[in-house]
């Protein structure tokens, strides 16, 4: 339905506004782009300016996929077009109009635009993310597990959303591409602090 189009657009910009790179703008810190990892999403912005700008980023993109999927819910749209628009706000904060179409990984605009499924399978995901990051120190290997996880958890849960959270996860393992061969090549950087882990 045209309805449905409009929101998937809106959705699609809205995910476009890269949280990272303005929030690194308004705290003086060096560009996500082109400092650490080159990645403009929350895990870069800890690395170059610590947990306070990296949780203001985590916070907006996340609300970048929340936002659209819950008032579309709200709405009644039904749980493949509510997929459809999770995925519009991830392409927009992957390959964002606004910045050159060069944006972050959807990590946490995924997890935004997965929590109006309720709270339990949030709680999941993050918890899935947290223990992962304790063991391992890689946020990649902790988005990429949990990517892997998220449409089981959804089965288990809500079966309703599997296909479109099954969507929402392929996207989010194959923008992960280039940490899967840092990782294989033992060269991805760790964000756990080292006298954490040792
Ligand atoms: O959330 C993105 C994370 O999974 C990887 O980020 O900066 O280590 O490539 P980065």
């Given at each position: 339905t045209a309805l449905a189009i409009a929101i998937i657009i809106a959705a699609y910009l809205l995910g476009s506004v890269s949280s990272a790179v303005l929030v690194c703008r308004a705290y003086g810190l060096p560009d996500p782009r082109e400092q650490?990892?080159?990645?403009?999403?929350a895990t870069n912005v800890y690395r170059l300016g610590g947990r306070t700008a990296a949780a203001l980023v985590l916070v907006c993109d996340m609300l970048k996929g929340t936002i659209p999927v819950w008032l579309s819910y709200l709405i009644g749209i039904n749980p493949f077009l509510l997929g459809l628009i999770g995925i519009a706000a991830c392409l927009g904060h992957i390959y964002p109009v606004f910045f050159?179409?060069?944006?972050?990984?959807g990590v946490a605009t995924a997890l935004g635009a997965m929590a109006p499924i309720g709270l339990s399978l949030t709680g999941l995901l993050v918890l899935t993310w947290g223990v992962v990051l304790v063991i391992t120190g890689y946020s990649s290997l902790s988005a990429i597990v949990t990517a892997i996880l998220a449409p089981l958890f959804t089965w288990w849960i809500?079966?309703?959303?599997t296909m479109p959270v099954a969507m929402l996860s392929c996207l989010i393992l194959f923008r992960h591409y280039e940490n899967i061969r840092r990782l294989l090549d033992g060269e991805e950087k760790p964000i756990v602090l080292r006298r954490w882990r040792r």
């Amino acid at each position: 339905t045209a309805l449905a189009i409009a929101i998937i657009i809106a959705a699609y910009l809205l995910g476009s506004v890269s949280s990272a790179v303005l929030v690194c703008r308004a705290y003086g810190l060096p560009d996500p782009r082109e400092q650490g990892s080159g990645n403009p999403g929350a895990t870069n912005v800890y690395r170059l300016g610590g947990r306070t700008a990296a949780a203001l980023v985590l916070v907006c993109d996340m609300l970048k996929g929340t936002i659209p999927v819950w008032l579309s819910y709200l709405i009644g749209i039904n749980p493949f077009l509510l997929g459809l628009i999770g995925i519009a706000a991830c392409l927009g904060h992957i390959y964002p109009v606004f910045f050159h179409f060069r944006g972050g990984k959807g990590v946490a605009t995924a997890l935004g635009a997965m929590a109006p499924i309720g709270l339990s399978l949030t709680g999941l995901l993050v918890l899935t993310w947290g223990v992962v990051l304790v063991i391992t120190g890689y946020s990649s290997l902790s988005a990429i597990v949990t990517a892997i996880l998220a449409p089981l958890f959804t089965w288990w849960i809500k079966p309703q959303f599997t296909m479109p959270v099954a969507m929402l996860s392929c996207l989010i393992l194959f923008r992960h591409y280039e940490n899967i061969r840092r990782l294989l090549d033992g060269e991805e950087k760790p964000i756990v602090l080292r006298r954490w882990r040792r």
